[in-house]
């Protein structure tokens, strides 16, 4: 297996055209996750340098974007052993010139401008293939063995997916520690386990409140489905 290939086992890495990271980022918290690695490049040729480096699993760049032609940079990623299974969205202006260069490059997706935040995100999502997230607040205990006197602290989710939560608290803690919680879901159901903090976020417009990417470690099966069924319906 190659390091390429070895790489995108562990974590999913995505690759933004630096003008297109603010419409993907606006519509969702879906890049702040502790799984996913975000890049940006300012030219084509900057991508495929990244791209080769860092083997990433999706790239989302213009049509026109600066550097070397898309078509020679998709060229290169179609005929790279490596670099076949790297799924790719195109943003263009929809015209046949357009069109028709798109049909050359073969990129798994295409949207065109004024680009639809929402549906770029759901692009991006599908590709990814990651958990969906429903934005979701509510009042959560936190204990920590070691801090807070071993007594569970308050703090509130911002948003929710079966594989982990997005928290926010005026307690600074530490990526890598372990966490227990508890908290309810808006139907009742009990939500209580384990997880680890994957990401640490100090918000600049509160200079002592902290966001916590959380992964699950250990929670009930029941309790998952539970969760993805609650997202689903903010979905539909």
């Not at 630096?18 to 084509?44: C, H, M, P, W, Y």
């Not at 509130?156 to 939560?165: L, P, Q």
């Not at 903090?197 to 959380?214: E, K, N, S």
């Amino acid at each position: 297996m190659t390091p390429i290939e070895t790489a995108r086992m562990t974590m999913k890495k995505v690759l933004i055209a630096n003008d297109l990271k603010d419409l993907i980022q606006g519509e969702s918290s879906l890049l702040d996750r502790g799984e996913i690695k975000v890049f940006t490049a300012a030219t084509n040729d900057e991508a495929l340098m990244i791209c080769t480096k860092e083997g990433v699993d999706l790239i989302v760049t213009a049509l026109d974007a600066p550097g070397m032609r898309i078509e020679d940079l998709f060229a290169i990623i179609r005929e790279t052993r490596e670099l076949r299974a790297v799924s790719t969205i195109v943003v263009c202006e929809d015209t046949l010139a357009n069109r028709d260069r798109c049909k050359k490059c073969r990129p798994n997706a295409i949207v065109t401008l004024p680009v639809d935040p929402l549906l770029l995100f759901l692009k991006v999502h599908q590709f990814l293939n990651v958990a969906p997230r429903k934005r979701y607040r509510a009042a959560l205990a936190v204990a920590i063995e070691g801090k807070f006197k071993n007594d569970p602290l308050r703090f509130w989710t911002e948003n929710i997916s079966v594989s982990g939560m997005l928290i926010r608290a005026d307690e600074p803690l530490a990526k890598g520690e372990g966490i227990f919680f508890s908290f309810f879901l808006s139907d009742g159901t009990h939500v209580s386990g384990y997880g680890e903090i994957t990401r640490v976020v100090l918000q600049p417009a509160a200079p002592h409140a902290f966001q916590y990417g959380i992964k699950f470690t250990n929670i009930d099966s029941s309790v998952r489905s539970a969760i993805e069924s609650m997202v689903k319906k903010s979905k539909g």
